[in-house]
């Protein structure tokens, strides 16, 4: 299955009806990407992979007078975002179903892109960033959040790793998805991408932070399994999943620590 068949299909579903629990999951890192991207009011904003409009409506929040424009691959996701956005809260956010790849965007169009997550599942990134930059105007600014590698006893990786091999799996997430997921997880990478689609001034900042799963270890495994739509959990087999969750329980919830880069750049003036 492609990226965008699973972003129209199951997994796209998932996170629409989950929208509250992702955003909750990322929500440690929504600070250090806004600050990242010093919006300001009037700014017109980009959001790419805006999802359910999180960070639209947040950055909607910061830009007084300004305008924010949200663009999804996902048709279900942005049905939710449609659905949670008041157009009377936000009456200068819009959002558009398209792959920012190819997005025919107005050029010059916008003072910040910001993205929180939803780079990494493009085919062709330099084609991507490239076709963004058309849409920024000169020295206009960038900033996105992409997963770090993470490291063997890394938390994160380390819970939901034993919680797949549990269910007979290599990977908590399975097929092309995966694959894209850690598609600009190396700086080198990164800045390569970015300095041949035209920006300058690259900056990665690493940031590790807690990601919430679940309100107990019971209500993280729900979650989790309910991830592949369909799946069956023998008694002995959820024992053993909730004793992989249990470690993590604090009273502000399940709680994983994982890492980010948040990146910052500049379209040249």
Known sequence: M????????PLGAHWADDSERYDAMLSAFDGPLIDAAALEAGDRVLDIGCGSGAMSRMAARRTVRGRVVGVDISA??????RALTDSRQYPSVEYELGDAEVHP???GGYDVAISRGGVMFFADHIAAFTNIAGALRPGARLALVCPQPAPPEGEERKALGLLASLLGRDHPVEGAVASAMASLSAPERI??????????????TPVVAATHWGKDAADALDFFVSRTPGTTVPDEVRAAMLDVLLPYETPGGVLLRAGVWVVSARRPS
Do not use: C, K, S, Y
């Open 76 to 81: 279900p996701l942005l049905d939710r975002a």
């Open 105 to 107: 965007f107005l050029p």
């Open 191 to 204: 800045h390569q991408v970015l300095a041949a689609a035209g920006f300058e001034e690259i900056r990665t």
């Open 2 to 9: 492609t990226v965008a068949a699973a972003w129209n299909g």
